[in-house]
C-alpha cells in the first residue's frame, strides 16, 4: 500500500512563488519516479515535472525555467519549487509515483496523491 501526502498549496499572488511537498508512506524500499501533475478545470491532466531515482527530470514545457523538482530518496519525499507564478498556473496538483519496490514485490503503478489546490491570483 503507497500513501501520499501532499502540502503546500495555496493562494499566491502573480509573480510569487510556492513549494509542494509530497511524502510517500509504506513498507517502501525504493521509488523510480516521483513528480508532480496537474490539472486545470476543463483540461487534460498534465506534467509538470518528475525526477527519477537516479537524479534525472523532465519538465513540462508550461513550468521550465520556473519551476524546480528535488527528492530526498531516504525520506521518500518530493519537492516542487515554483516561481514566477501565472493565473494560468492555477490547478489542482497531483503527486506522481511510479515504479515502486515494497517487500521484494516491485508495483508499476503509478500512484496518485488527493491532489491540492493552488490558486495564482491577485
Known amino acids: 500500500q503507497v500513501h501520499l501526502v501532499e502540502s503546500g498549496g495555496g493562494l499566491v499572488q502573480p509573480g510569487g512563488s510556492l513549494r509542494l511537498s509530497c511524502e510517500a508512506s509504506?513498507?517502501?524500499?525504493?521509488?523510480?519516479?516521483m513528480g508532480w501533475y496537474r490539472q486545470i478545470p476543463g483540461r487534460e491532466r498534465e506534467l509538470v515535472a518528475i525526477?527519477?531515482?537516479?537524479?534525472?527530470?523532465n519538465y513540462g514545457d508550461s513550468v521550465k525555467g520556473r519551476s524546480t523538482i528535488s527528492r530526498d530518496n531516504d525520506k521518500k519525499v518530493v519537492y516542487l519549487q515554483m516561481s514566477s507564478l501565472k493565473p494560468e498556473d492555477t490547478a489542482v496538483y497531483y503527486c506522481?509515483?511510479?515504479?515502486?519496490?515494497?517487500?521484494?514485490?516491485?508495483?508499476?503503478?503509478?500512484?496518485w496523491g488527493q491532489g491540492t489546490q493552488v490558486t495564482v491570483s491577485s
Open positions: 506522481y509515483v511510479a515504479g515502486v519496490t515494497s517487500n521484494g514485490v516491485h508495483y508499476a503503478g503509478p500512484y
Open positions: 509504506g513498507s517502501i524500499v525504493t521509488i523510480n519516479a
Open positions: 525526477h527519477s531515482r537516479f537524479g534525472s527530470t
